[in-house]
């Protein structure tokens, strides 16, 4: 059962979660957890976790309504990118024609893919098992690149067909725990991809009306965000599942020459809209810090040149200052239940009824931890739209020809 429901849902507490993983930071690396929230002016805490010897991004960031939450979310992000990076698990190293033959292989064109290279279902290639969520008996075989977050040179023989991302990795105090965070985290991007293709005007009806918001967690976060004259507008970008899910983008609010602060979004899925409205408030925060800090190692100079010039950022005032608001709070629904194993059920259930697969889960838990982190797949459901060579799926597809018919009819 849910023991505490403050910013998020957990079966304990931060401050457990924390006593129970600080002892073993050391063993995976992780050199200290820094707390950069006085390097912006807002006060929402953001820690950051450093482990100097990661073979992907060795920089973790973390938030929270709290400190305590922070550096809970900042540790246990790099506890599932080490777990991610360090796979003990048996995999086989096969073609898909001699794999199928013997074994139930997920099927591939559903799963996230890359145009880096034409996948060759005759050239051998790493895979490894997974279990269907919920279904521990059902098992299918999966593309290695979908759950591995090794990106040191050279990547593993057929690399370069589906998408390298920590999307959908995910730990927590359960294995049910870590398994619902890693399905709303894909949820998120699936959401985020067709938000990309929704047609600006359609995007601006989303705006949700911050003053309808009844939640005294939510008031405050928003308060202190706004006594640091700090402009936040939240966008409702829940897809047909119907899962609750938000993007904030937030910006100075007046304009700097000096200081030109970045504008950025973040965003946030939960089942509890009240959790998935502040996790895209507190993401937004995170980010904007992430390259104040200057401590990603991801974090490209065009990324900073573009945020900080000011011709964008006045559009982003605009944006925020005049759009009207259309959305009432009180009018999105939630659907949270008691334990984290109904909210899987709810989760699982709102991907059949739009004839999406059960997702697929692998169990990246390391007996001498035993910190659960798990690496879920949602096949049909899109990627990370917005990287180099991401090819759009059929998802996004029957999304875009129908925003088109229905933009044609108008």
């Known amino acids: 059962m849910k023991s505490y429901r403050t910013g998020t849902h957990r079966t304990v507490s931060p401050q457990e979660t924390l006593d129970r993983i600080l002892p073993h930071l050391s063993a995976m690396g992780i050199t200290r957890l820094a707390n950069v929230t006085g390097l912006d002016d807002i006060g929402i805490p953001v820690i950051t976790a450093c482990r100097p010897n990661a073979k992907a991004v060795a920089v973790s960031q973390g938030k929270g309504i709290s400190l305590e939450a922070a550096k809970a979310s900042a540790a246990m992000e790099a506890i599932e990118n080490y777990h991610a990076e360090h796979i003990d698990l048996p995999l086989r190293l096969i073609n898909y024609v001699e794999l199928s033959q013997t074994h139930s292989v997920t099927e591939l064109e559903p799963l996230p893919t890359m145009d880096v290279i034409p996948f060759d279902p005759h050239a051998r290639r790493l895979w490894i098992e997974a279990n269907r969520v919920l279904q521990s008996n059902e098992k299918q075989y999966v593309p290695y690149d979908l759950v591995h977050c090794d990106f040191t040179l050279p990547l593993p023989q057929g690399s370069g067909c ?28 699936d959401a985020m991809a067709l938000w990309s293709l929704t047609p600006k005007k359609r995007q601006d009806r989303q705006k949700v009306d911050l003053s309808s918001i009844k939640d005294t967690t939510i008031l405050s976060l928003i308060q202190t965000i706004r006594n640091a004259d700090v402009m936040l507008g939240v966008w409702n970008i829940t897809s047909d599942l119907n899962i609750p899910t938000f993007v904030a983008t937030i910006i100075n609010k007046n304009e700097s020459q000096h200081r030109p602060l970045y504008a950025m979004s973040g965003s946030g899925t939960h089942l509890d809209k009240h959790v998935a409205i502040m996790r895209a408030i507190t993401e937004a925060v995170q980010t904007r810090l992430t390259l104040i800090s200057g401590s990603r190692d991801d974090a490209s100079l065009k990324q900073y040149q573009s945020r900080q010039n000011l011709t964008y950022q006045k559009n982003i005032r605009t944006e925020l200052m005049d759009t009207p608001s259309y959305i009432d709070f009180n009018d999105i629904c939630s659907w949270e239940q008691d334990s984290i194993e109904e909210d899987l059920a709810v989760l699982i259930d709102a ?20 910190i659960p982190v798990v690496r879920v797949i949602a096949p049909g459901l899109e990627g990370i739209h917005d990287v180099p060579g991401y090819v ?19």
Not at 402 to 410: F, G, R
């Open 392 to 410: 759009f799926g059929k998802r996004a597809r029957d999304f875009a020809e129908k925003i088109k018919q229905q933009e044609a009819n108008l």
């Open 351 to 370: 991907l059949d009824s739009k004839g999406l697969p059960c997702p697929l889960m692998i169990d990246l838990t390391k007996p001498e931890f035993n």
């Open 162 to 189: 589906f998408q390298l991302s920590t999307n959908g990795l995910a730990s927590g105090n359960t294995r049910e725990e870590a398994t619902s965070h890693a399905l709303c985290e894909v949820i998120e991007r």
